[in-house]
């Protein structure tokens, strides 16, 4: 059993910068890929980055966000972080942690059946 608490999300004015940062406990090891996806209303799940275990462990982010986003994990605490700058109106959706039980590769790293482990998700809301 994996459990997984998101937090860190918000309401933010464009141009504003957030941290996500999700904690996973249970059945999970420093092994493990884990990745943020964010849904709007309406729209599909869609991979934000993702980033496999270890010290300068691969890191992946989708080619339209990788300037604005940063993710990082702290594996004593089994926790992965997310970093959005520049928040735009679009950038407003239900953000969610997931792990995956194995490593993440460039073909992978943004499809949810990757993942089999997921958290409830905290909602971010850019608007001025």
């Known amino acids: 059993q994996v459990n997984l608490v998101e937090s860190g999300g918000g309401s933010v004015q464009p141009g504003g910068s957030l941290r996500l940062s999700c904690e996973a406990s249970g059945d999970v090891n420093s092994s493990n890929c884990m990745g943020w996806f964010r849904q709007a209303p309406g729209k599909e799940r869609e991979g934000v980055a993702a980033i496999n275990a270890g010290s300068g462990g691969s890191k992946f982010y989708p080619t339209s966000m990788k300037e604005r986003i940063t993710i990082s994990r702290d594996n004593a605490k089994n926790s992965v972080f997310l970093q959005i700058n520049d928040l735009k109106s679009e950038d407003s959706a239900t953000y969610f942690c997931?792990?995956?039980?194995?490593?993440?590769?460039?073909?992978?790293?943004?499809?949810?059946?990757?993942?089999?482990?997921w958290g409830q998700g905290t909602q971010v809301a850019v608007s001025s």
């Open positions: 997931a792990v995956a039980m194995g490593r993440c590769y460039a073909t992978s790293a943004f499809s949810p059946a990757t993942y089999q482990h």
